[in-house]
């Protein structure tokens, strides 16, 4: 058992265009470099609370238990499921989408009966969609994804939480992907729990998620008669350990993560919450005009299009791997394949944080120009860049 | 929802001298800040393997499936217990420490029927025991903490896979506090599943798991009925996400994280896994015999003393808090409260990873005798200093 010691990383720079991570901004880059110090270092426990109280304003919520939970998205969805999901309940899981369908496969293992509400992948559920679900299926719990990372499509919120808390059950909500790109507002929608992931519009690498619990869901984890499944992300243990006043040991946070993600957050409020999503709207635009101007068309219907996940069809006799290939290699751009039925059929382009800016957008179309035209795909050259423009004068 | 903008985080330089996070080197800091790039990257691949690489050097296995699972280390220690059990399984586990009491916990939320087999805190068992345990309680799971990080004590791993294997069970074994500091040899004791966390003796901040799994645990991962119950966690996805051929999309990694450990995996073989064993163990002689000399006991039994963490009973008429808040606030260095029934009643003093060396040893002896002398403990001035010095002439 050797082996060779393989030379030092030397990552090259990449323009992070994919479904996440996004572009990490050197000051958090720096962040992550600081001095590592004990995890229950009064220094570090400072530094937990103010990551709490700004995730508190990205997320527009008050909830004291707003932390970041010690692993990936996919972490934060398994804490939200399994903390507020006993054996034998009742979940209604809105499927329209790859992370959809993760919600409904991690609440079966937690025991749960799941109805799957199903809708083609890139659409989004009605009011009335949701209504009936819930009370045909009488559930105690109700999932939700806000913005579906596999498709671009961005569900309505407005109203949901009325129908579920009417029926009793609490509102769990997928918020990885907007979380820092568009509006999120847990109050105001009165969403009860909510997971998202750091490498999004956060624009911190992956390793953390912010996740918060609002009352009703706090309720109902203190009424469960049964252990939560899952010791890690046992928020009744968890929260204890991000307390404000007298912290409980219980793992050990990513300190240096923990570090990135309090310089991340203190970008988002420097920059202010609407200014940041009047960006990402208008670079959303930007790429939008100059790829309609190429003849390529977007996979979402307007009305319900995230602006940070362009996800858009892959032109007729354009060879999928070839175009992402040749944009990584040549010019270190990277973009997102389709994933799941998608595979294939679609781009994810992602304009996420610090990605979202209008160098990046002409950068990407006119490398996008070379690969096509290297793949005699007809197009006007040059109408993409001025397309986008348009928008930016 | 608004807050003020706190300053940017400062981190003081501190001596990390508790039971983890150890002190993290340059190389690493500056691994964690190169540019983050896709989880599907190339170059991310490459890192990935070269980590894999490594870490079976480390664990001393050819095990395939040897990976840095996305979270710290009960997140690992959850990973082995929830995809080795299903519902009704039996598993024994050595309790004597608050690390096995977690095994514990963390294999009933798994539905495991769980046989505790009991020592004080600071033993550690015999084969008789074990044995007798398997014997008795026929388990098809067993798991043993090698290195208890709540007390120091050191558990020999010598001959209890013969039991477990003759019982047709597997064996889990916790290596959180003794990978990279003393040998960890997974292969020649015969273990099937095994965790350690990035923060202790590989000296990289927390946030992975090491993690390895051998023929026998993969052949029951492979036989379960039943789904595991975390989707985060289940290896059955996991293993293909690290696949070094074909890579399937699983979670997206802790990039930076890994660009962490790459380094500080690079740096201990670079020291030489014998080399590194033997400065731990020098420190170790040092610490002991300026701790000695100062009329500090330890908690442990010499044979069973684990050289990286040191436990030493609080003497009496010393106040605990009182002294660690000192030794912080004055000299930087941070030691460890006694965990669990050992609270308020011992120290743990790490030298793990890169804070072994001489330099701390005197450093902290020089610090602990201006506390102790504050408290006004009868010792010796300077013959703390002098015994250390004595084993590094």
Known sequence: MSAPIPPVANAPRRILMGPGPSDTHTRVLAALAQPTVGHLDPYFLKIMNEVQAML??????TNPLTIAVSGTGSAGMEACVVNLVSPGDRMVVGVNGVFGGRMKDVAERAGAVV???????GEVFTLEEIEKAVKTHKPQVVGIVHAETSTGACQPME??????HDAGAVLIMDCVTSLGGRPVRIDDWGVDAAYSGTQ???SCPPGLSPLTFGPRALERLDARKTKVQSWYLDLSMVRNYWAESSRVYHHTAPINMNYGLHEALRIVLEEGLDVRFARHLKNHYALRAGLTALGIQFAVAEENR?????AVFIPQGVDDAAVRSRLLNEFGIEIGAGLGPMKGKTW???LMGETSCPRNVL???AALENCLSAQKFPMQAGAGIAAANDVYQ
């Open 56 to 61: 508190r304003v990205v997320f527009q919520t």
């Open 115 to 121: 109805h799957a509400m199903e809708r083609p992948f």
């Open 159 to 164: 109203g949901i939480a009325k129908i579920v």
């Open 200 to 202: 999004k519009c956060l």
């Open 306 to 310: 995230l602006p940070m996940l362009n």
């Open 348 to 350: 994810r382009i992602g």
């Open 363 to 365: 950068n990407f179309l």
